[in-house]
């Protein structure tokens, strides 16, 4: 007698080499589409994690391009700030004040 592969209870053997060799090659069918279906599966995991791997060199690529660019800014804000440009604060705010009075003027003769 023989265990079957799912269940919990036995069947007996075949009697006959006939009957051997069907149960043999219905094995065999069953383990090539099992086999089929693997591979299928192992086929899309690979295509899956090459889009995925791609989309993560882009990521790095604009990362990088990102970090270049807010290095160069950095550099031109600490250039700025060491020069002897004493008054910009006030040139600012100046700039600013002079530019909300026009825009008050302007939205309030409407």
């Known amino acids: 007698m023989r265990r079957a592969h799912a269940g919990n209870y036995y069947e007996p053997l075949p009697q006959s080499s006939n009957e051997i060799e069907g149960e043999n090659e219905r094995m065999e069918q069953e383990l090539a589409e099992k086999i089929g279906v693997l591979k299928s599966l192992s086929i899309d995991i690979g295509n899956e994690v090459k889009y995925q791997d791609k989309l993560l060199r882009d990521v790095d690529d604009d990362l990088d391009r990102t970090g270049g660019f807010l290095g160069k800014t950095m550099n031109r804000v600490k250039k700025l700030s060491r020069g002897s440009h004493n008054y910009i ?10 530019v909300f009075f026009i825009l008050y003027l302007v939205l309030k003769f409407r």
Do not use: G, N, R
């Open 89 to 98: 604060v006030l040139y600012l705010f100046i700039f600013s004040f002079v």
